[in-house]
C-alpha cells in the first residue's frame, strides 16, 4: 500500500501517459482477437479521429493540471472534506475516496450531460460514434473535457482528496472506461459476476444505443453500484443493439472532426419519437 501511495504521489505525466496508451493497446489487441461486433468499418480512420478527441482530452487536463493538484494540496493542508475528518487510514481513504470521487466526479457529470441540454450539445460527441471500440472512451468535446474536469476538482474538494488518491483515481478510471467500450466478447460466466463491481463491456454497450430511453442508463464509469442505486441500470441483449445518436446518425456529421466540434454551437436537435416496436 505505501509503495502505491508513494507511485501515485510522484507519478510523473509521461507514466500517465503510459498508461492511458498502454490500455488502448492492450483492449486494441484483444477487441481485434476476440471481437463481438465484426462489422467491417475503416479502422485506422475511426482510430484516428477518436485518438484526436483523446489527445484534446489530454491536453484540457495537463493544461488545467495545476489546479486539481492546488485544490488537492488546499484541502489536505486544511483538513477539508470527507476524508480529511473521518480517517486516517489509508485503507479506508482508498475505498471510501474511490467510490466518492466515483460517484461526485464521473457518475453525477454523466448523468447531468444526459439530461442538462447544453452539457448534452457536448456530451453528444461522444454518443455519435457508431463504431464503439476502446478508442470510443476518450472521444469527448474539449469543452466537455472542461465540464468533467470541473466536476473531478469539486468531487476532490468535497472528498478532501490527497493527490495520490487523485492520480490513482484517475488512471483506474482511464483504463475502466476504455475497458468497458471496448468491442471485446466477454464470456457472461465473467462479466455477469464482475459486472456487481465494475462496468463491464456488457453494461456499458446499452448506454451507446442510439435511442432513447435506452441511452438514458447505464451512466457508470467505474463501479456499477451507483446504477443500481439510483435506478438506471439495465441488462439487454447486446447483440441488437446499434451504435450512433439518433438525431446524428449521417456519418458525414458523425465522423468528420470539424462538423463534431461544431455541434455544441449547433442548434439542439430534438430526439426522434421513440416506437415501442423498437425496444430491445
Ligand atoms: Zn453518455
Known amino acids: 500500500m505505501e509503495a502505491i501511495i508513494e507511485y501515485f504521489e510522484?507519478?510523473?505525466?509521461?507514466?500517465?501517459?503510459?498508461?492511458?496508451?498502454?490500455?488502448?493497446?492492450?483492449?486494441?489487441l484483444i477487441e481485434n482477437t476476440l471481437p463481438l461486433f465484426t462489422n467491417?468499418?475503416?479502422?485506422?480512420?475511426?482510430?484516428?479521429?477518436?485518438?484526436?478527441?483523446t489527445i484534446t482530452t489530454i491536453l484540457v487536463n495537463f493544461l488545467m493540471a495545476f489546479i486539481l493538484v492546488g485544490t488537492s494540496d488546499w484541502v489536505v493542508a486544511n483538513e477539508f472534506g470527507l476524508l480529511q475528518i473521518t480517517s486516517d487510514n489509508v485503507y479506508f481513504q482508498l475505498i471510501v475516496g474511490l467510490l466518492a470521487l466515483d460517484l461526485l466526479g464521473a457518475w453525477l457529470p454523466?448523468?447531468?450531460?444526459?439530461?442538462?441540454?447544453?452539457?448534452?450539445?457536448?456530451h453528444l460527441i461522444h454518443h455519435t460514434d457508431q463504431h464503439v471500440d476502446t478508442t470510443t472512451a476518450n472521444?469527448?468535446?474539449?469543452?466537455?473535457?472542461?465540464?468533467?474536469?470541473?466536476?473531478?476538482?469539486?468531487?476532490v474538494l468535497i472528498v478532501g482528496a490527497p493527490m495520490w488518491l487523485?492520480?490513482?483515481y484517475q488512471?483506474?478510471?482511464v483504463v475502466l472506461t476504455q475497458f468497458n467500450h471496448s468491442n471485446?466478447?466477454?464470456?457472461?460466466?465473467?462479466?455477469?459476476?464482475?459486472?456487481?463491481?465494475?462496468?463491464?463491456?456488457?453494461?456499458?454497450?446499452v448506454h451507446h444505443h442510439y435511442r432513447q430511453p435506452y441511452s438514458d442508463t447505464n451512466y457508470g464509469n467505474i463501479f456499477s453500484f451507483w446504477d443500481r442505486l439510483f435506478g438506471t441500470y439495465i441488462k439487454v441483449d447486446n447483440s441488437k443493439?446499434?451504435?450512433?445518436?439518433?438525431?446524428?446518425?449521417?456519418?458525414?456529421?458523425?465522423?468528420?472532426?470539424?462538423?463534431?466540434?461544431?455541434?455544441?454551437?449547433?442548434?439542439?436537435?430534438?430526439?426522434?419519437?421513440?416506437?415501442?416496436?423498437?425496444?430491445?
Not at 184 to 203: E, F, G, H, R
Not at 253 to 275: C, M, T
Open 10 to 28: 510522484n507519478i510523473t505525466s509521461a507514466h500517465r501517459s503510459a498508461i492511458l496508451i498502454g490500455g488502448l493497446t492492450i483492449f486494441f
Open 40 to 53: 467491417k468499418y475503416n479502422k485506422w480512420k475511426h482510430s484516428g479521429l477518436n485518438i484526436f478527441f
Open 110 to 122: 454523466h448523468w447531468l450531460a444526459h439530461h442538462v441540454k447544453w452539457i448534452w450539445q457536448f
Open 139 to 155: 472521444r469527448h468535446h474539449p469543452g466537455e473535457s472542461i465540464v468533467r474536469f470541473t466536476f473531478t476538482t469539486i468531487a
Open 166 to 168: 487523485v492520480f490513482f
Open 171 to 173: 488512471s483506474l478510471s
Open 184 to 205: 471485446v466478447k466477454m464470456p457472461s460466466w465473467l462479466d455477469n459476476p464482475l459486472s456487481y463491481i465494475i462496468c463491464t463491456p456488457n453494461m456499458h454497450r
Open 241 to 280: 443493439l446499434i451504435y450512433g445518436v439518433d438525431t446524428y446518425m449521417n456519418p458525414n456529421e458523425a465522423q468528420n472532426v470539424g462538423k463534431l466540434l461544431k455541434i455544441p454551437f449547433a442548434g439542439y436537435r430534438k430526439s426522434i419519437e421513440y416506437d415501442n416496436e423498437e425496444k430491445l
